[in-house]
């Protein structure tokens, strides 16, 4: 069964960038769209990003469009996420999941990772 870990969650000020990482392991992300999602304290969890299988298609929640780059490597099997002019809103437990076809949903998710937590001050 895939195993999904994700990287480089942190503390970062409003305005700066985080690039996480998702990286495969016992299984593989080729052939699979790969998406990331967040939930924040008291909230359900959220879409954020998805890109297809192919990778020639990308999807964003509103609040994050043009702040927020999803890309896959499939020769590292591993999904991105580059985050860039943070808000604190972005505050988050943000997590890699796979899914067959287009990821917009938590219904869509086959497979989850753990969880990286971002926190953004002001």
């Known amino acids: 069964q895939v195993q999904l870990v994700e990287s480089g969650g942190g503390l970062v000020q409003a305005g700066g960038s985080l690039r996480l990482s998702c990286a495969a392991s016992?299984?593989?992300?080729?052939?699979?769209?790969g998406g990331w999602f967040r939930q924040a304290p008291g909230k359900e969890r959220e879409f954020v990003a998805s890109?297809?299988?192919?990778?020639?298609?990308?999807y964003y929640t509103d609040s994050v469009k043009g702040r927020f780059t999803i890309s896959r490597d499939d020769a590292k099997n591993t999904v991105y996420l580059q985050m860039n002019t943070l808000k604190p809103e972005d505050t988050a437990v943000y997590y890699c999941?796979?899914?067959?076809?287009?990821?917009?949903?938590?219904?869509?998710?086959?497979?989850w990772g753990q969880g990286t937590q971002v926190i953004v001050s002001s």
């Open positions: 999941a796979r899914g067959i076809g287009k990821i917009s949903t938590v219904r869509d998710i086959h497979s």
């Open positions: 890109i297809t299988w192919t990778g020639t298609s990308t």
């Open positions: 016992g299984g593989s992300f080729r052939g699979y769209g």
